[in-house]
């Protein structure tokens, strides 16, 4: 994927993993407009406001995106909320609903809006974010993994459909990247920049992978073809005694 002189839109952007790559995509001389539901601390960056569950709110930010950005050819769609659940509690439910809303509905919502533009244009680049632990999944978050794995699914899908088209669609599978608070509760996390050097010569390669999938994240992807998924269910499992009650 060329990353220079392109214009791109990067809903969920406004901090971690998609503000860090709206600054990379900037470096290498190309058009960034940041989406999300805050965008008052982005500074030197244009912004949209945009809410991926509400689907109103989706179909304003395309409107007045395209209207300013007719040629808006990259398109990232990464919100997310990443939230601990304990099964054994019904409470957990609204948890769970959340994460389904905004991190598998949302992208669903989100790419829906922008696929005819892209198809209409014959050419430009989606990507989706999903995760790891949608391949292998850490038990304490059980939602967020089933989101995540239904984000890869409807990638695969979204890619198989728009063949033929002249739309590219790469699906981002990170590992657990120091953003967030990530560093503090995960002393294995990557760190921000060194990922997104990792990204950046994946993505840039010709052609684009279907999947970026950086080193530490290969583990997960491939982790029931290495043959090692049980052990590192098992060992990802020893979470759940920080549960109340456990």
């Given at each position: 994927?060329?990353?220079?002189?392109?214009?791109?839109?990067?809903?969920?952007?406004?901090?971690?993993?998609?503000?860090?790559?709206?600054?990379?995509?900037?470096?290498?001389?190309?058009?960034?407009?940041?989406?999300?539901?805050?965008?008052?601390?982005?500074?030197?960056?244009?912004?949209?406001?945009?809410?991926?569950?509400?689907?109103?709110?989706?179909?304003?930010?395309?409107?007045?995106?395209?209207?300013?950005?007719?040629?808006?050819?990259?398109?990232?769609?990464?919100?997310?909320?990443?939230?601990?659940?304990?099964?054994?509690?019904?409470d957990h439910f609204a948890a769970a609903e959340t994460t389904i809303n905004v991190n598998l509905l949302g992208t669903i919502r989100?790419?829906?809006?922008?696929?005819?533009?892209?198809?209409?244009?014959?050419?430009?680049?989606?990507?989706?974010?999903?995760?790891?632990?949608?391949?292998?999944?850490?038990?304490?978050?059980?939602?967020?993994?089933?989101?995540?794995?239904?984000?890869?699914?409807?990638?695969?899908?979204?890619?198989?459909?728009?063949?033929?088209?002249?739309?590219?669609?790469?699906?981002?599978?990170?590992?657990?990247?120091?953003?967030?608070?990530?560093?503090?509760?995960?002393?294995?996390?990557?760190?921000?920049?060194?990922?997104?050097?990792?990204?950046?010569?994946?993505?840039?390669?010709?052609?684009?992978?279907?999947?970026?999938?950086?080193?530490?994240?290969?583990?997960?992807?491939?982790?029931?073809?290495?043959?090692?998924?049980?052990?590192?269910?098992?060992?990802?499992?020893?979470?759940?005694?920080?549960?109340?009650?456990?």
């Amino acid at each position: 994927m060329d990353i220079t002189n392109r214009t791109v839109l990067i809903v969920g952007g406004t901090s971690g993993i998609g503000l860090g790559l709206a600054r990379r995509f900037v470096a290498a001389g190309s058009t960034v407009i940041v989406g999300g539901r805050n965008t008052r601390t982005i500074i030197g960056l244009e912004t949209v406001q945009i809410d991926v569950t509400d689907a109103d709110s989706v179909l304003r930010a395309r409107d007045e995106v395209l209207a300013l950005h007719p040629e808006l050819d990259v398109l990232v769609t990464m919100s997310g909320v990443l939230l601990m659940e304990d099964l054994r509690d019904p409470d957990h439910f609204a948890a769970a609903e959340t994460t389904i809303n905004v991190n598998l509905l949302g992208t669903i919502r989100t790419v829906d809006a922008f696929t005819p533009h892209f198809v209409r244009r014959g050419a430009g680049d989606i990507i989706t974010v999903s995760s790891g632990i949608g391949f292998l999944p850490f038990p304490l978050m059980p939602t967020y993994g089933a989101s995540k794995a239904g984000v890869h699914a409807y990638t695969e899908a979204l890619r198989a459909q728009l063949a033929g088209a002249g739309v590219t669609v790469t699906e981002l599978i990170p590992p657990a990247v120091a953003t967030a608070g990530q560093e503090k509760v995960n002393p294995a996390a990557l760190p921000l920049d060194g990922f997104l050097d990792e990204v950046i010569d994946l993505i840039t390669e010709n052609p684009t992978p279907n999947e970026i999938v950086v080193d530490a994240a290969r583990r997960l992807r491939w982790a029931e073809r290495d043959g090692t998924y049980a052990g590192l269910l098992e060992a990802r499992s020893r979470s759940l005694e920080t549960l109340p009650g456990r």
